[in-house]
T-cell receptor
């Protein structure tokens, strides 16, 4: 596609429910990243994929968070038993390769609100 | 642990002024540094990428410099316009992921 696409753009859920956030990277981009941005704060790294494998999961805040990527394309970030502190904008980004040499392209994000 | 700081946190200026946004980082062993722009309700747009071996990059009215040894980068915006109003983020890459600063919120008024 022309850019990184994320869905849904907005998600309102009740505390304790599970949610799935989807990211479609730019075609051909092998690297994919998930970040979280809480209101008024900076971007917090969650997880990074190279192809379908995740060399760095260090940013996942708890075992309620998981992510997968298939076909070196679409990625899904799943949050189980959501808590109010999970409310944030979840941003996905992709690049041709490792960020050491490539620009990162971001989607518009998913605004998650946990009531 | 890499920490990225941006100063000032917010800036409001009249149209036409030349601006300097500052970014500092604690670990100088970086691959590159990127400047992004974030508009409300939208994702981030990459403005400039400076490799660790470079000292500056230019794009139109934007110029970014990098002094890796001192852990500093500067984004210079010439002849600012109202359309430049946004939050500007710098990010450093030293472990295959970008570490972001908290941004400078810029408002340029006519």
């Amino acid at each position: 596609g022309a850019g990184v696409s994320q869905s849904p753009s907005n998600k309102v859920t009740e505390k304790g429910k599970d949610v799935e956030l989807r990211c479609d990277p730019i075609s051909g981009h092998t690297a994919l990243y998930w970040y979280r941005q809480r209101l008024g704060q900076g971007l917090e790294f969650l997880i990074y994929f190279q192809g379908n494998s995740a060399p760095d999961k260090s940013g996942l805040p708890s075992d309620r968070f998981s992510a997968e990527r298939t076909g070196e394309s679409v990625s899904t970030l799943t949050i189980q038993r959501t808590q109010q502190e999970d409310s944030a904008v979840y941003l996905c980004a992709s690049s041709l390769a490792r960020t050491g040499r490539q620009k990162l392209f971001f989607g518009s994000g998913t605004q998650l609100s946990v009531l | 642990k890499q920490e990225v700081t941006q100063i000032p946190a917010a800036l409001s200026v009249p149209e036409g002024e030349n601006l300097v946004l500052n970014c500092s980082f604690t670990d100088s062993a970086i691959y590159n540094l990127q400047w992004f722009r974030q508009d409300p309700g939208k994702g981030l747009t990459s403005l400039l990428l400076i490799q660790s071996s470079q000292r500056e990059q230019t794009s139109g009215r934007l110029n970014a410099s990098l002094d890796k040894s001192s852990g500093r980068s500067t984004l210079y915006i010439a002849a600012s316009q109202p359309g430049d109003s946004a939050t500007y983020l710098c990010a450093v890459d030293n472990t295959d992921k970008l570490i972001f600063g908290t941004g400078t919120r810029l408002q340029v008024f006519p």
